[in-house]
């Protein structure tokens, strides 16, 4: 994440090892000094906060006051921290975007009434016609503008639409917006991350997404997880743990050929930790730890984790439909770049099949439970759990061409 203007003015005013003290100070300085501090650096920056603070609004709306007042003394911009921080935890709480017009009105009123005409605002207009949104008022503006206004797509898995599309084309969206586009999607990223989930971010981001200093997909979702459980995680939860041990499981060493793909391969585990001669892209659809990824041989884009809990609890799987059809799509398009692909989880029983079945009925034009029954063939502990088996069936149509 760049540094703004004023971000890197108060930091370097503040020296080289500032308190938060310091840093305020600074923050209050500048504002004494230009008459202007209401950037939006610091709601860029907040959606950690919401984490952090998931069991009590209260204390979320403070530390976010407090948090922005570091680098911008302008209380507009503390403001905006705190509700849509707040609008976040609603999001990850209850699954709507109702929570900023709800923060908005825990405001006092007069403060309420101005938030409520802006937020009335971006409704009316596209995120482009927010013009000056290196300021805060306007970034938050044209962040919502691009998430309100962007219809919630229908569910039709086997047509190829999923309700949680919207995250990408709400934050393509935003992107369009132009001026300051990053800040504005990092805003609204935030946001609509909050409402889907990290599974609806689409694998082709997620294949290439990379940060300073060194960060990967997988050391940001590790980042999240420990900020929502107060910086702490147990020592075998996913996904820190240098290696996971799979040694209570069935035969994590099994191997097969893809019935209607020979360069697509299909195993457990043990496959992914020494991958055959040839293979040179994993999609993992189990965790695997911190030295497992990328697999031997395997580049760090060509290398696909999914999220995917072998579960017939609905829960369990937030948006499993796109999930799976997003790993299928994935095992193609590696294909498509002339890939070997191993494609796994613990022992091939639920998860691989479902997905090689799956990327079989897309791309290959077999239909799905054919394709199932093809894979049971070269797999024959193949049992997809029911909750797989149905999204296979609302699925099983082939994929649209891109």
Not at 238 to 257: C, K, N
Request: net charge neutral; charged share 20%.
């Amino acid at each position: 994440m760049k540094a703004g203007i004023q971000t890197r003015s108060v930091l370097t005013k503040a020296g080289t090892r500032p308190s938060a003290k310091m840093l305020a100070e600074a923050a209050t300085a500048h504002h004494a000094r230009t008459g202007r501090s209401g950037g939006n650096g610091s709601l860029m920056r907040t959606a950690p906060v919401a984490l952090a603070f998931l069991h009590d609004p209260g204390e979320l709306a403070d530390a976010a006051h407090t948090i922005s007042a570091l680098t911008h003394h302008d209380r507009q911009a503390g403001e905006a921290c705190a509700v849509w921080c707040l609008a976040m935890r609603h999001a990850v709480l209850h699954g709507t975007f109702d929570g900023l017009r709800l923060a908005v009105l825990s405001l006092p009123a007069k403060r309420a009434a101005v938030w409520t005409a802006r937020l009335d605002e971006a409704e009316m207009y596209p995120p482009e016609h927010f013009d000056h949104n290196g300021w805060v008022v306007q970034a938050m503006q044209g962040a919502w503008s691009a998430i309100r206004r962007t219809p919630v797509p229908g569910d039709d898995p086997g047509g190829g639409s999923f309700a949680a599309q919207h995250f990408q084309r709400a934050l393509e969206a935003a992107v369009r917006g132009g001026r300051d586009t990053d800040t504005v999607a990092a805003i609204a990223g935030g946001l609509l991350g909050a409402r889907w989930g990290a599974s609806a971010a689409p694998m082709a981001w997620q294949r290439i997404l990379h940060g300073w200093p060194g960060l990967r997909g997988r050391d940001l979702i590790a980042l999240a997880l420990c900020s929502a459980q107060n910086g702490q995680s147990e020592p075998d939860a996913w996904p820190l743990p240098r290696v996971f041990d799979y040694s209570a499981y069935g035969d994590t060493g099994v191997l097969a050929i893809h019935p209607h793909d020979r360069l697509v391969l299909l195993g457990g585990v043990d496959a992914a930790r020494k991958p055959p001669d040839g293979v040179d892209a994993v999609v993992s659809l189990c965790r695997l730890g911190r030295a497992e990824v990328p697999a031997p041989g395997v580049r760090p884009p060509d290398h696909v984790e999914v999220w995917l809990a072998d579960s017939a609890d609905p829960g369990h799987n937030l948006n499993l439909d796109l999930v799976l059809a997003q790993a299928a799509d994935a095992v193609a398009a590696l294909r498509g770049e002339g890939r070997t692909v191993l494609i796994h989880c613990v022992d091939a029983v639920s998860r691989t099949p479902a997905v090689a079945a799956l990327y079989a009925a897309r791309h290959l034009g077999i239909p799905v439970q054919q394709a199932l029954r093809d894979v049971h063939a070269v797999l024959p502990a193949a049992r997809p759990n029911p909750a797989f088996m149905a999204a296979l069936d609302r699925l099983g149509a082939p994929a649209a061409a891109p």
